[in-house]
């Protein structure tokens, strides 16, 4: 158990509509980043939080936003979903932010399916 | 930009064989970490070992050992005397430093790893 927990596991809903994936950190980190694993693309990194502030951004949809909570929660929210945004998409946390190696933590993921 | 490339994208073993996976990664950068994950059936990644760009000595933890080659530009990992609890896809990922602020993982594609009894 990495400490870092995701919140729902599985997710089922419709084209068009719009989810929000719930992470929180293990106890003592400040980053939280935010990943895509799909058959198509791969595990793709999608966006980091420091802190409350935004620091890192990757291949992230328009359609998709993030934003990390005073309490450091980080919620990943999915808009006008596709078909293809079906995926498992991961939370990670570390202590830091900038420090090149830092081990992030992975979640257990959220598994969202569109239908 | 940063890449991670994993060749082999499935490997079937016999228990007790072992096994070598392969990565190659491109980094135009002096300073990197590069990381191995598992991810086993249940789905979770599991972090097994990080390992910087100036440190070229070859690690070995019980079954596990990581051979990383700058010359190459490589960081293979070998199984040995595999186990069926082996069985999983295995990631090998690059750290990328971003606009000095942030980092992110650069994720090579996997390698299916299937042991059978």
């Given at each position: 158990d990495s400490g870092v927990t995701q919140t729902p596991k599985h997710l089922i809903t419709a084209t068009g509509q719009r989810v929000t994936l719930r992470c929180s950190p293990r106890s003592g980190d400040l980053s939280v980043y935010w990943y895509q694993q799909s058959l198509d693309q791969g595990l793709q990194f999608l966006i980091q939080y420091y802190n409350g502030e935004e620091r890192a951004k990757g291949n992230i949809l328009e359609r998709f936003s993030a934003q990390q909570f005073p309490d450091l929660h980080s919620e990943l929210n999915l808009s006008s979903l596709e078909l293809g945004d079906s995926a498992l998409y991961f939370c990670a946390s570390s202590v830091d932010s900038g420090a090149l190696g830092n081990e992030q933590f992975f979640g257990p993921g959220t598994r969202l399916t569109v239908l | 930009a940063q890449k991670v490339t994993q060749a082999q994208t499935e490997i079937s073993v016999v228990e007790k064989e072992d096994v070598t996976l392969d990565c190659v990664y491109e980094t135009r950068d002096t300073t990197y970490y590069l990381f191995w994950y598992k991810q086993p059936p249940s789905g979770e990644l599991v972090f097994l070992i990080r390992r910087n760009s100036f440190d070229e000595q070859n690690e070995i933890s019980g079954r596990y050992s990581w051979n990383f080659q700058k010359s190459t530009s490589s960081f293979n990992f070998t199984i040995t005397?595999?186990?069926?609890?082996?069985s999983a896809v295995y990631f090998c990922a690059l750290s990328d430093l971003v606009n000095n602020a942030g980092n992110m993982l650069t994720f090579g594609g996997g390698t299916r790893l299937m042991v059978k009894p």
């Open positions: - | 005397a595999s186990q069926v609890v082996d």
